[in-house]
Nanobody, 118 residues
Framework: QVQLVESGGGLVQPGESLRLSCVASKSLNSIYSMGWYRQAPGKQRELVARIISGSTTNYADSVKGRFTISSDNTKNTVYLHMDNLKPEDTAAYYC????????????WGQGTQVTVSS
């Protein structure tokens, strides 16, 4: 079992920045990948960014060059730094942990709301 707690969401204006944090209940070294997903009203949940084995990163095309995912293994924490936010980034953001033992198990945080509006 992995518990995930997100924080850092809020209301910002277009062009501003936010940093989301996700604290895991166990060492990131025991987790295959950590990721951020988002879901806007009426839309499917989509991958925003993920970090695999603490090094390889993937980003959705819509956030490349604006968002950066990073991890701090000493704090069991993954961050999503979001620059130049746009109204279309408005969504609930969820932290995901993917653990691989004999099967793949996904764990999710409760979500944090990001609203970009002038």
């Amino acid at each position: 079992q992995v518990q995930l707690v997100e924080s850092g969401g809020g209301l910002v204006q277009p062009g501003e920045s936010l940093r989301l944090s996700c604290v895991a209940s166990k060492s990131l070294n025991s987790i295959y990948s950590m990721g951020w997903y988002r879901q806007a009203p009426g839309k499917q949940r989509e991958l925003v960014a993920r970090i695999i084995s603490g090094s390889t990163t993937n980003y959705a095309d819509s956030v490349k060059g604006r968002f950066t995912i990073s991890s701090d293994n000493t704090k069991n924490t993954v961050y999503l730094h979001m620059d130049n936010l746009k109204p279309e980034d408005t969504a609930a953001y969820y932290c995901n942990a993917k653990v691989i033992n004999y099967r793949v198990t996904d764990y999710w945080g409760q979500g944090t709301q990001v609203t970009v509006s002038s």
